[in-house]
């Protein structure tokens, strides 16, 4: 039969299954049927037989027990359980004479009940016998009685126990049959089915053995092969679809290649065209793209694409920035090149594709050196203008203090009121003054920095001495939340309590009738500091600004109450530690300043 369609094929393969595995099951059904016949005679025919001869010989046992506890004179109790014993006996007896199906069970069953009934019989009189008679009688009449019932009744057991086994070895002996005419059955279905299959998978697979022998060749890009396939079936389509498809893809290389090397032109025209040197980077930290001027920075002059960044650049600082740059606090890179000093900041970004999987990594840097160099116009300027002003306003201050202590003369009340009011000008334009001037030698690094072994807890309560008699005037509660009794970092002493009290005195102002809380805990290689607040929080918008130089918070009611620096300052000595400083706040509900030091033993070239 010429079957000219693969559906036609799978179906004449299902139907001769179907015809198989119905013979077989029907095989089956009859064996087991069989089989289950066989076994209920094992277990329907003499079960209740056997277990009424087991109550039977409980029942008379009892009566039996009953009898010695009649001779040791508990009357009621003994005759209670002997006639209960009777009834239980009678009833197990009946059932077995409604089961008799062995030839001599009926004969069997004649005996144990005559038997019984002279055993009862006996009872009467055992029963209205004085105690003395009552001996002779229990080993005369009733104790032969009962063991010749039970022997009986033993006899009864076996012989249906005989019954069942006899039964067993029938039933193993149709199980063996129907296992050897099973397995002929099961192994001549077996031999055609493989025989079978095998001639309709053949037909089937040879087909499209050649249409993935085709699928391999396109997805090796090759597509000058074409299939053939002799087939008038569904596979035989799918070939000649194949085919036509070769053909559109062979048009649609030529297209696309012309297109990807536009696109790369464009692509490389773009990056090496940017005045700012980029580096494109794998999963690997491998190169794979670099523009003119990055080549030019760090003088590369051969194929470097492939090769691991640190292979070719030597600049540790900005591969540490593309492994972990939300680790990196600074992004400034310093890189000096012909006796010139520049200044690059470094941003990077890493690709992903739609389903979230990393590519790459593209990491550019910007040229600074004109910024930082107007930077630090700027920064010596306001140290030259600061300069300048600290000595008049030394003058000025001691002359007003001397004028409002009345070293002059006298003053009048109106006086005294413009005075103390030019004498708190000059005081805050003092601070300002000592403030710029100190982040001035912070950031131009003329600071110097004394670090040491020193106990976190120590110079945190040093620094809240001074500030126990304000926080009471306000009715505030500071408190120091211990988490270790000591907790040793690697720092300046005097810099750091400097920011610990920026950070408190900050609180204390903005701090309403609450609670300040200061903490110190080890985590991991560092010391964490914070100073908690319950004050009206800080604007979003101003939070990312905070640490910037005359930056007040937008909540800032009293606008003499600092001049901007304190934080930025603060920023500078932390960043000056190797640490990080930062704020979380909701505005209505407090603040929560924290910054983190290195940790003695882990402070950077320290091998502790």
């Not at 069989?34 to 076994?39: F, M, P, V």
């Not at 009777?86 to 038997?115: C, H, M, P, Q, V």
């Not at 594709?353 to 107007?374: A, C, G, M, P, R």
């Amino acid at each position: 039969m010429n079957f000219k369609t693969l559906k036609a094929k799978i179906l004449l393969g299902f139907a001769v299954m179907i015809i198989i595995i119905t013979g077989v099951v029907g095989w089956s059904i009859y064996n087991f049927e069989t089989l289950s016949n066989a076994i209920n005679d094992i277990l329907v025919e003499n079960y209740r037989s056997i277990k009424a001869s087991d109550s039977m010989v409980e029942s008379i046992e009892r009566q039996d027990s009953s009898l010695l506890l009649l001779l040791r004179s508990n009357e009621k109790k003994g005759r209670e359980i002997f006639r209960i014993n009777e009834k239980e006996f009678y009833s197990w007896l009946a059932r077995a004479e409604d089961n008799i199906t062995i030839a001599g069970e009926g004969e069997i069953l004649n005996k144990i009940n005559t038997k019984y009934f002279k055993f009862i019989s006996n009872f009467d009189e055992f029963h209205n016998s004085k105690e003395e008679k009552r001996w002779e009688i229990y080993n005369e009449n009733l104790l032969p009685y009962f063991n010749e019932i039970k022997n009986d009744i033993r006899e009864l057991r076996e012989l249906n126990r005989q019954a069942m086994v006899d039964a067993q070895k029938n039933a193993n002996s149709r199980a063996n049959q129907a296992i050897i005419y099973t397995l002929v059955l099961a192994s001549t279905v077996i031999i055609f089915s493989l025989i079978f299959v095998f001639y309709l998978t053949k037909q089937i697979l040879k087909p499209i053995k050649e249409l993935e022998k085709g699928i391999k060749e396109v997805a090796d890009r090759n597509f000058q092969q074409h299939v053939e396939v002799a087939s008038e079936d569904e596979i035989g389509s799918l070939a000649n679809e194949f085919n036509e498809m070769i053909s559109k893809l062979k048009e649609y290389e030529k297209i696309n290649i012309k297109k990807l090397l536009m696109e790369k032109e464009k692509s490389e025209a773009v990056v090496n065209n940017l005045n700012n040197p980029l580096i494109v980077t794998d999963h690997d930290h491998k190169i794979v793209l670099i523009n003119e001027v990055a080549k030019k920075l760090f003088s590369l002059n051969k194929d470097i694409i492939n090769t691991h960044f640190l292979e070719v650049i030597q600049a540790e600082e900005i591969f540490e920035y593309i492994k972990n740059p939300e680790e990196k606090e600074k992004n400034i890179f310093n890189f000096t090149k012909d006796g010139k000093e520049k200044h690059y900041r470094i941003s990077t970004n890493k690709v992903v594709d739609e389903d979230e999987e990393y590519q790459f990594t593209v990491t550019l840097l910007e040229d600074i050196t004109n910024l930082k160099e107007i930077d630090n116009m700027k920064s010596e300027f306001v140290s030259t203008v600061s300069h300048e002003f600290r000595t008049p306003l030394t003058s000025m201050n001691m002359g007003l203090s001397m004028v409002i202590n009345e070293d002059t003369g006298k003053l009048n009340e109106e006086q005294r009121e413009l005075l103390e009011a030019a004498y708190e000008d000059v005081e805050r334009l003092t601070g300002l003054v000592n403030d710029l001037l100190d982040l001035s030698k912070i950031e131009s690094g003329r600071i110097e920095m004394e670090f040491d072994k020193v106990n976190i807890n120590e110079i945190v309560e040093k620094t809240l001495d001074p500030f126990y008699k304000q926080a009471k005037e306000k009715e505030i509660a500071l408190n120091f939340n211990k988490q270790e009794n000591n907790i040793f970092a690697w720092a300046d002493p005097t810099k750091v309590s400097w920011v610990i009290s920026n950070l408190i005195g900050n609180a204390l102002r903005y701090a309403d009738n609450g609670e300040i809380e200061i903490k110190a805990e080890v985590k991991g290689r560092r010391v964490l500091v914070s100073v908690t607040d319950d004050g009206p929080g800080i604007p979003k918008e101003y939070q990312s600004k905070i640490f910037d130089k005359f930056v007040r918070a937008g909540n800032d009611k009293n606008e003499k109450s600092g001049t901007g620096l304190g934080l930025a300052i603060s920023k500078e000595i932390i960043t000056a530690h190797n640490g990080r400083i930062w704020v979380e706040s909701e505005e209505g509900n407090g603040s929560t300043f924290s910054f983190y030091i290195p940790r003695f033993g882990y402070q950077e070239g320290n091998n502790e």
